[in-house]
């Protein structure tokens, strides 16, 4: 099954990103229901390594945290793939995705190579926006980038699955863990 760790947003977060993505000059946006925080992208994984997993990530304790957003900004480069609100950077999150990092390790799993960028994915643009939807985009940045988001508590995270479905892509709580 496709997995991945996150930490879910609550409706006073994902509400205003909702109203910034209605303005979106093209792309798809991503859900509602689908906004979170990505810690870990596992991919494909049999049941029994993520039941290894759910009993390291069990041992994880640290204490709630506050997370900020920093603007918006894009992955891609000239040809934007992804759109994102930037989550501010914070100790207590670092802290936590390096002990995420640790329960994938001791659960016998590769932790994913790329450096950890915090961020909310907003749109998605295929292989990436053709140059006069990167320009639209451009612009959609530079009047929305600096939008006040709230700020919001992070009282734990929790372990997904991901299915694909015609209507789209849905994410299925299969664990959650509490930060205390």
């Known amino acids: 099954m496709r997995a991945f760790i996150a930490i879910d947003l ?22 509602e229901e689908n906004l979170h925080l990505t810690l870990a992208f596992l991919g494909d994984q049999e049941e029994v390594v993520l039941e290894g997993l759910h009993y ?27 759109l994102f609100a930037d989550v501010a950077p914070e100790s207590a999150l670092t802290d936590l995705h390096r002990r995420v990092t640790g329960a994938l390790r001791r659960a016998g799993m590769v932790p994913p190579r790329e450096r950890f960028h915090p961020h909310v994915t907003l749109g998605r643009f295929g292989n990436g926006a053709a140059a006069d939807v990167a320009a639209r985009l451009r612009g959609f940045l530079a009047e929305h980038g600096d939008t006040p988001l709230p ?26 863990y509490d930060l205390v």
């Open 56 to 82: 390291e990530l069990e041992g994880i304790k640290a204490p709630p945290f506050e997370l900020c957003f920093s603007g918006l900004g894009t992955f891609g480069g000239n040809r934007p793939r992804i």
């Open 151 to 176: 700020g919001f508590a992070v009282t734990g995270f929790g372990l997904y699955e991901s299915t694909r479905h015609p209507s789209g892509v849905r994410y299925e709580l299969l664990a959650r």
């Open 10 to 31: 609550p409706e006073e977060v994902t509400a205003p990103l909702v109203r910034l993505q209605a303005g979106l000059p093209a792309g798809r946006p991503v859900a």
